[in-house]
């Protein structure tokens, strides 16, 4: 069963406009990390962020993590076409091999 | 090689038939795993591999499903009696080392099953 929460489900946005995403969780995590995923591929990892970081940028991304509300969010700043995509939150808690995702949100970027 | 690579990219069989998928994990990467994903959902744990053992194979669905990693690099995902609801994209991941924190796994581009 999925316990992370993407959000929204959907998002359209123009291109250079930005485009921020929320995710949810119910355990304790080690790390949450967010990936992307182009219609019918594989995921791509995108970044890595530790339970006891808050903040952490790499390129246009920018993840938080606020733990007390079990809560994540990715912000991609001046948005392309090309990052049009589902994105997915996902985190490993005790095991800290067991990836447990998200549905997803599906971020279309229009030129 | 460079990055997870899976064979087949697309694998169409009838019901009741007998499948394998195949992962090829980065090269020294030490712990293997097979997810699996259907339409509009994100992936769901199905087992994981530390070296040739399977160290938790807890998501399989059911006894149908058995996955086999003999030498410790490549693994083998094997569906018996294939079903119409085993249709979804399998998802093979692997990371250097699945101890602490900060431990990436990498996917590959995944086999995408059919079954008819």
């Known amino acids: 069963s999925q316990q992370g929460e993407e959000d929204p489900q959907a998002l359209s946005i123009q291109e250079g406009e930005n485009a921020t995403m929320n995710c949810s969780y119910k355990?304790?995590?080690?790390?949450l990390q967010w990936y992307r995923q182009n219609s019918g591929r594989g995921l791509v990892h995108l970044i890595l962020i530790r339970s006891n970081e808050r903040e952490k940028h790499s390129g246009r991304l920018r993840v938080t993590l606020d733990t007390s509300k079990k809560s994540s969010s990715l912000l991609i700043t001046a948005s392309r076409a090309a990052d049009t995509a589902s994105y997915f939150c996902s985190y490993s808690g005790g095991s800290n091999y067991k990836l447990t995702f998200g549905k997803g949100t599906l971020l279309t970027v229009n030129p | 090689g460079a990055g997870v690579s899976q064979t087949p990219s697309n694998k169409v069989t009838e019901k009741g038939k007998y499948v394998e998928l195949r992962c090829d994990p980065i090269?020294?990467?030490?712990?293997l795993y097979w997810y699996r994903q259907s339409l509009g959902q994100g992936p769901e744990f199905l087992i994981y591999?530390?070296?040739?053992?399977?160290?938790?194979d807890s998501g399989l669905p059911n006894d149908r499903f058995f996955a086999v990693r003999p030498e410790g690099s490549v693994s083998t995902l094997k569906i018996q009696r294939t079903e119409r609801g085993d249709s979804a994209m399998y998802l093979c991941?692997?990371?250097?080392?699945?101890?602490?924190?900060?431990?990436?796994?990498?996917f590959g581009p995944g086999t995408r099953l059919t079954v008819l």
């Open positions: 591999f530390q070296g040739t053992g399977a160290a938790d």
């Open positions: 991941a692997s990371s250097l080392t699945p101890a602490g924190v900060g431990d990436t796994q990498y």
């Open positions: 090269s020294g990467h030490t712990a």
């Open positions: 355990t304790s995590i080690n790390n």
